[in-house]
């Protein structure tokens, strides 16, 4: 009999996720978190916690990936993300991903992944002094992780634009050599594509310039205070130029109606660098605080956390098993005679 789920149509499927580095920032918010929220309701949604990739450059701090995956998944819960619409689940423990990576790593050209120009930045931000094999070949995981689940769109920010497309290589590839098994995932790119930090550089965890979704109050008062602006500016009366000004980014991010009014007055001299900080500080903490209201509920009752994870792991492991079962099946791969597998 057909139940009302299996009448509707099958939703399409998102899959996208984060690194456990470290706690989240306002750029991941307009860059990727944001869109995962608006289509949990529209798709069928997998959230990854890549801790795989974890290892690529924090080889030697694995003592605190638990408590980094914990961070993350708190961070999700507190921006909306919602287990009971979307499946939350960590890399490393949906093993046919793995199996899936070693399939799709006979697909790739070792000259492909060098010119991978997010995997240079990230090796040169690292300051590692060789390029691991594993390094060099995670866009290649990343691809399994999108295709193990045979995801159709991927929302991410802009770095992440060049794994979505070497994905997209390797699911033509395998459709093309063996059998149409994979949707070529598209990306979806946020809204604010890059942030930039309080100083001006790429926003990141390990320099000090960025906002956490996690900070308190006062921390986003000092650390907007403490921001980068027009540097040509001295004078509240000098005339100012929002285009360069890291402040007036964030006003377009998260102060929208009255960022083109702000630039008229900077650009007039009539706004001070001053009371256009304060202005955003007060947006940005009225923008957190149901954020940091649901954190600490959800930071209060653990056991929230352990079911999405344990739900959406064995989830996930069911989807896997399914698009594995296609692709040795597609790769003449199914030896149930020769090994008597029922
Ligand atoms: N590379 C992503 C990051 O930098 C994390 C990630 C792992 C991911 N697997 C993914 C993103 C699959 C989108 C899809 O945080």
Not at 123 to 150: C, H, N, T, W
Not at 307 to 329: F, M, P, Y
Request: net charge neutral; charged share 25%; with cysteine.
């Amino acid at each position: 009999m057909l139940t009302e789920n299996s009448m509707q149509k099958p939703r399409k499927r998102i899959l996208t996720g984060d690194r456990p580095t470290g706690p989240m920032h306002i750029g991941h918010y307009v860059g990727s978190l944001e869109n995962r929220v608006r289509l949990q309701d529209e798709y069928d949604c997998f959230f990854i916690v890549a801790d795989y990739q974890f290892l690529t450059d924090h080889l030697s701090e694995t003592e605190k990936i638990e408590h980094n995956i914990r961070q993350t998944i708190l961070d999700w819960l507190s921006v909306g993300m919602d287990p009971a619409k979307s499946t939350f689940f960590i890399q490393s423990m949906v093993p046919e991903i793995a199996e899936l990576t070693m399939y799709f790593s006979m697909l790739v050209s070792l000259a492909r992944l060098h010119r991978n120009p997010t995997v240079k930045e990230e090796f040169k931000e690292s300051g590692l002094r060789a390029m691991s094999y594993g390094f060099l070949g995670y866009p290649v995981s990343q691809a399994a992780d999108i295709l193990i689940v045979r995801s159709h769109l991927v929302p991410v920010g802009d770095d992440n634009v060049a794994h979505v497309e070497q994905t997209r290589e390797i699911a033509r590839t395998f459709n093309r050599i063996f059998r149409d098994v994979f949707p070529v995932p598209e990306p979806l790119i946020g809204e604010v594509p890059r942030l930039p930090g309080t100083d001006g550089k790429k926003m990141g965890n390990s320099m000090d310039n960025a906002i956490y979704l996690s900070d308190a109050p006062e921390e986003v008062c000092r650390k907007v205070g403490a921001a980068i602006t027009d540097p040509a500016r001295i004078r509240a009366i000098d005339k100012g130029h929002p285009d360069i000004c890291n402040i007036y980014q964030y006003h377009l991010a998260y102060n929208r109606e009255e960022a083109p009014d702000i630039a008229e007055l900077c650009q007039q001299g009539k706004i001070g660098c001053v009371a256009c900080k304060q202005n955003l500080a007060a947006k940005l903490n009225a923008f957190l605080d149901p954020i940091r209201e649901r954190r600490a509920f959800f930071k209060a009752r653990p056991s929230i956390v352990r079911e999405a994870v344990r739900e959406g792991n064995e989830r996930t492991c069911q989807k896997g098993r399914e698009t594995i079962d296609l692709v040795r099946q597609a790769m003449h791969f199914n030896y149930k005679e020769l090994a008597g597998v029922k």
